[in-house]
C-alpha cells in the first residue's frame, strides 16, 4: 500500500483540482479549506 501512496496523493490532488474550472475557483477552494481547518484547531 505504502508504493501506492504518492499515486493516490496525485490523483485526488487532480479529481479535487479538476472540478475548479477556473484558477478563481482553486482559490476559493483552497481558501475554504483553510478556513475549515483553522476552525478546528481554534
Not at 501506492?4 to 481558501?31: H, K, M, Q, W, Y
Amino acid at each position: 500500500m505504502m508504493r501506492n501512496a504518492p499515486l493516490i496523493a496525485v490523483l485526488t490532488a487532480f479529481l479535487a483540482l479538476s472540478g475548479c474550472a477556473t484558477i478563481e475557483g482553486v482559490g476559493r477552494d483552497i481558501s475554504g479549506g483553510a478556513n475549515r481547518v483553522s476552525g478546528w484547531l481554534n
